[in-house]
């Protein structure tokens, strides 16, 4: 009995050395040289051959690729910058702001022409019952060319339209074969009829004055003038037994269609005194220290309507401020085409007021 349980002992005492020979062993035992060494070996084997990698499995629908295969570029990396030479489709389409447009007459009359063929390059078209026509982001250089049957052909030589050079527009006037004047292409054209107001009558001997350009009427009440001056203008219509009818409003660099006006003109009263009909609102402007004043509003106008008063001082028209125009300039802000409103910022005992009227023919 004594003898097993000394035996026990030394079982036991053994025992206790392994257990704590094991622990130092995983405590001061340094692994990373054997992993480094692993690590290294990796590396250098796919340099080989390709040797090393892991093969796909073949019982998944979908795994992602070791690391070492041809990935796509990594979302931190730069994109790559396209070539110069490639460019974008929607920087090199321009915009619809470029082309030709116009209206075709016939110049006897002054009336449109419509089913003239106008032709430009490959691009044909036919002007529609007004008389107008279009061609849009079309560009080129050639020949411009206009016919119609009965009608002597006009045409321009070299036209060129780009992209860049905005719109270009035309008033064409035709011959028709029997006529012994001939054509012509003008640009900023005003043509019309002058009438008189009680008989209906065309005025053969009107005058006619736009800008520093005039003219008379012919037999038929007809006038035209072309190559006007650019911008605002005024159109002044007299004869010497007819109240004198002013136009104004006629703006050739924001219209993109031809001027042509009927006009009848009204018999002087029987005392004689020269009189002026024109479209506005019955003010009188003036210039003074304070700026656009008004002077005199006629009775029974539409500024005497909505309630503008002499003394007013005119800030701004449709919203535009006037400190920078010429007086002449803001008398044609203000006047316009009949039935189309105006809007008048003016200043009051220093109270702003806004003011909305509607132009009308009125009669000085």
Not at 53 to 68: A, C, F
Not at 175 to 198: F, H, K, M, T
Not at 266 to 282: S, W, Y
Request: with cysteine; glycine share 8%.
């Amino acid at each position: 009995m004594k003898h097993r349980l000394i035996s026990l002992e030394k079982v036991l005492l053994l025992l206790f050395i392994a257990l704590l020979g094991g622990a130092f062993f995983f405590v001061f035992h340094d692994p990373e040289p054997f992993r480094e060494e692993i690590r290294v070996e990796n590396k250098a084997a796919p340099a080989a051959a390709g040797q090393g990698l892991s093969p796909r499995p073949s019982n998944l629908s979908h795994v992602s690729p070791p690391e070492v295969a041809p990935v796509a570029p990594v979302e931190s990396r730069p994109e790559p910058q396209a070539p110069p030479a490639v460019v974008s489709p929607e920087v090199k389409t321009p915009r619809a702001d470029f082309g030709i447009q116009g209206v075709v007459f016939v110049r006897a009359s002054g009336l449109p022409l419509a089913n003239c063929e106008v032709a430009f390059l490959d691009h044909r078209v036919l002007t529609d019952s007004r008389g107008e026509f279009s061609f849009w982001q079309t560009e080129g250089v050639g020949t411009l060319r206009f016919s119609c049957q009965g009608y002597r052909s006009r045409m321009i030589k070299n036209f060129r339209i780009g992209a860049g050079d905005f719109l270009s527009h035309l008033e064409v006037f035709m011959a028709e074969v029997d006529d012994p004047e001939p054509g012509r292409i003008e640009v900023n054209g005003i043509s019309g009829r002058v009438y008189d107001q009680l008989s209906g009558a065309p005025l053969a001997g009107a005058r006619i004055v736009v800008g520093a350009s005039q003219t008379k009427t012919d037999a038929a009440g007809f006038f035209e003038l072309w190559g006007n001056d650019s911008g605002l203008v005024t159109m002044l219509v007299s004869t010497a037994e007819h109240v004198s009818e002013m136009v104004s409003g006629i703006d050739f660099d924001n219209r993109n269609h031809p001027y042509f006006f009927e006009i009848f003109l009204e018999r002087k009263p029987a005392d004689g005194q020269p009189r002026l009909a024109l479209v506005g609102i019955g003010v009188r402007m003036v210039k003074s220290e304070r700026g656009y004043e008004i002077a005199d509003i006629l009775a029974d106008s539409p500024a005497a309507r909505e309630g503008l008063l002499t003394g007013d001082r005119l800030l701004a028209v449709d919203r535009l401020a006037v400190d920078d125009f010429s007086l002449q300039e803001v008398v044609e802000l203000i006047r316009g085409q009949a039935e189309e409103p105006v809007t008048l910022m003016v200043e009051r005992e220093g109270n702003l007021i806004e003011v909305v009227c509607v132009r009308e023919r009125v009669l000085y």
